[in-house]
């Protein structure tokens, strides 16, 4: 009964385009990528599809800090935080990134977690108990959707971004407790939020304000500090959960808030709790990246990433300009993450295959992920690009774009 079940669910899906596939990765995670799909032999690409924008996932020193760490602590943490796992690597990692973040708050303490999905489940299960609302963005990501879920408090949604809207709800709120909840920068859209803006009204409504800014932090604002940092914020209402897995380059998450919040996490946070601590080694990888990030090498290869969006927009924005018969619209994105919006899932699958084909390796992003009629190619660019990586996109697109339209062919009607 259950195979058949879920074999039905899965045609279903298959005859609306959204079976996902995975790709084995056969090289370190960077812009020259060798992958397979299932038996294929490996194939050599150039990748505008990870989260590592600065190009830290393989950095030497980052390396070599993993190797080390491991050598000094072992490979394994044995058990939880809260059990025997909480090793002086982790310590120091807590203390370097409360020193790195710490400007947005009065006093910051923070707390490490295995990974970002981790973490927003712990802080909105934690905070969100039966006295609490969450305010949160329709286009939050999955793991916030899934925290406000689990949390046992009311939860309100409003239009993404619409500072308006949650205005309006947290001035007709008579919740005791009140969170805003939003990511910083849209995982889909790569738009930035106007946390000032948010944060005022958290001042006004005498709300609380939980950012996550998984793709701003090591990318955005002084010493790659954030969004946060980015907008000057500095609050006691800010409770800001950053992931270590993207700009950061190696993997796990923390949350940095008033040391009473991070204390109530530790004590009550189940998915804190009743998990085993990372590898201790990892948390030494990330310390030495965030290390270098903070640094003259950190604002350079910001700089670097900067100027690949700059260029990258200007060639998509002229190329949807010559080409718009065919509907392709890029999206008003000044971060790393630049989408370009294709419309129906055929069409943006269609396009991606296609560039495949040409060795350019970028994921089509279909609903449910986004809405309905808003399939997209989602390009990220990374500091480890050259300059001439995204010139090839750029003509490799220019002469997809000029096969589809000499085609006479909407989008939509490619197979
Ligand atoms: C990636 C991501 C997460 C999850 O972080 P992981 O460390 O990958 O689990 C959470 N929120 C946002 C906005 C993300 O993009």
Redesign the pocket.
Same mark, same amino acid.
């Given at each position: 009964m259950l195979i058949e079940h879920l074999t039905r669910q899965l045609r279903e899906r298959e005859a609306a385009g959204l079976i996902r596939q995975r790709r084995v990765l056969h090289t370190p995670c960077g812009p020259k990528a060798s992958v397979s799909t299932g038996e294929a032999a490996p194939r050599s690409l150039l990748a505008f599809c990870s *989260?590592d924008y600065l190009g830290m996932a393989s950095h030497p020193a980052v390396v070599e800090a993993l190797a080390e760490g491991a050598r000094r602590h072992g490979a394994g943490s044995g058990a939880s935080h809260l059990v025997s796992g909480h090793g002086l690597a982790h310590e120091q990692l807590e203390q370097a990134l409360a020193d790195w973040v710490g400007s947005a708050f009065p006093e910051c303490r923070v707390l490490g !977690?295995?990974? $970002?999905?981790? /973490? *927003?489940l712990a802080l909105l299960t934690a905070l969100g108990d039966e006295s609490a609302t969450l305010f949160t963005d329709k286009l939050? &990501? /999955?793991? @916030?959707i899934d925290g406000a879920l689990l949390a046992r408090a009311q939860v309100q949604r409003y239009p993404h971004a619409r500072i308006d809207r949650l205005e309006a709800l947290l001035s007709a709120s008579a919740s005791p407790l009140k969170l805003i909840v939003t990511?910083a920068? !849209?995982?889909m859209d790569g738009d930035l939020v106007p946390l000032d803006e948010i944060l005022a009204l958290a001042e006004r409504f005498d709300a609380w304000l939980v950012v996550?800014? #998984? &793709?701003g932090l090591g990318v955005l604002g002084p010493q790659g500090q954030g969004s946060a940092a980015h907008f000057g914020l500095h609050s006691e209402r800010l409770i800001l959960?950053g992931? @270590? $897995?993207?700009a950061v380059g190696v993997? $796990? #998450?923390f949350v940095a808030a008033h040391p009473t919040v991070i204390e109530w996490l530790m004590q009550t946070a189940r998915a804190y709790i009743y998990t085993t601590a990372a590898s201790p080694a990892v948390a030494e990888a990330t310390r030495a990246s965030v290390q270098l990030l903070r640094g003259p090498e950190g604002d350079t290869r910001r700089e670097t990433l900067r100027a690949h969006i700059r260029h990258f927009r200007e060639g998509v924005q002229a190329l949807v300009r010559r080409h718009a018969p065919l509907g392709w619209s890029l999206m008003p994105s000044e971060t790393a993450i630049q989408p370009l919006v294709i419309g129906e899932n055929a069409a943006a699958l269609a396009l991606s295959q296609s560039l495949l084909e040409q060795g350019l390796w970028v994921p089509a992003i279909r609903p449910p992920t986004v809405p309905a009629g808003t399939a997209r190619l989602r390009f990220t660019l990374s500091a480890a690009h050259e300059p001439q990586d995204i010139d090839r996109l750029l003509s490799v697109l220019e002469s997809q774009a000029r096969g589809w339209q000499a085609a006479g062919a909407a989008p939509s009607a490619r197979p």
């Amino acid at each position: 009964m259950l195979i058949e079940h879920l074999t039905r669910q899965l045609r279903e899906r298959e005859a609306a385009g959204l079976i996902r596939q995975r790709r084995v990765l056969h090289t370190p995670c960077g812009p020259k990528a060798s992958v397979s799909t299932g038996e294929a032999a490996p194939r050599s690409l150039l990748a505008f599809c990870s *989260n590592d924008y600065l190009g830290m996932a393989s950095h030497p020193a980052v390396v070599e800090a993993l190797a080390e760490g491991a050598r000094r602590h072992g490979a394994g943490s044995g058990a939880s935080h809260l059990v025997s796992g909480h090793g002086l690597a982790h310590e120091q990692l807590e203390q370097a990134l409360a020193d790195w973040v710490g400007s947005a708050f009065p006093e910051c303490r923070v707390l490490g !977690f295995s990974s $970002g999905f981790q /973490a *927003n489940l712990a802080l909105l299960t934690a905070l969100g108990d039966e006295s609490a609302t969450l305010f949160t963005d329709k286009l939050n &990501h /999955a793991s @916030l959707i899934d925290g406000a879920l689990l949390a046992r408090a009311q939860v309100q949604r409003y239009p993404h971004a619409r500072i308006d809207r949650l205005e309006a709800l947290l001035s007709a709120s008579a919740s005791p407790l009140k969170l805003i909840v939003t990511d910083a920068v !849209f995982s889909m859209d790569g738009d930035l939020v106007p946390l000032d803006e948010i944060l005022a009204l958290a001042e006004r409504f005498d709300a609380w304000l939980v950012v996550d800014d #998984a &793709h701003g932090l090591g990318v955005l604002g002084p010493q790659g500090q954030g969004s946060a940092a980015h907008f000057g914020l500095h609050s006691e209402r800010l409770i800001l959960m950053g992931t @270590l $897995g993207k700009a950061v380059g190696v993997s $796990g #998450a923390f949350v940095a808030a008033h040391p009473t919040v991070i204390e109530w996490l530790m004590q009550t946070a189940r998915a804190y709790i009743y998990t085993t601590a990372a590898s201790p080694a990892v948390a030494e990888a990330t310390r030495a990246s965030v290390q270098l990030l903070r640094g003259p090498e950190g604002d350079t290869r910001r700089e670097t990433l900067r100027a690949h969006i700059r260029h990258f927009r200007e060639g998509v924005q002229a190329l949807v300009r010559r080409h718009a018969p065919l509907g392709w619209s890029l999206m008003p994105s000044e971060t790393a993450i630049q989408p370009l919006v294709i419309g129906e899932n055929a069409a943006a699958l269609a396009l991606s295959q296609s560039l495949l084909e040409q060795g350019l390796w970028v994921p089509a992003i279909r609903p449910p992920t986004v809405p309905a009629g808003t399939a997209r190619l989602r390009f990220t660019l990374s500091a480890a690009h050259e300059p001439q990586d995204i010139d090839r996109l750029l003509s490799v697109l220019e002469s997809q774009a000029r096969g589809w339209q000499a085609a006479g062919a909407a989008p939509s009607a490619r197979p």
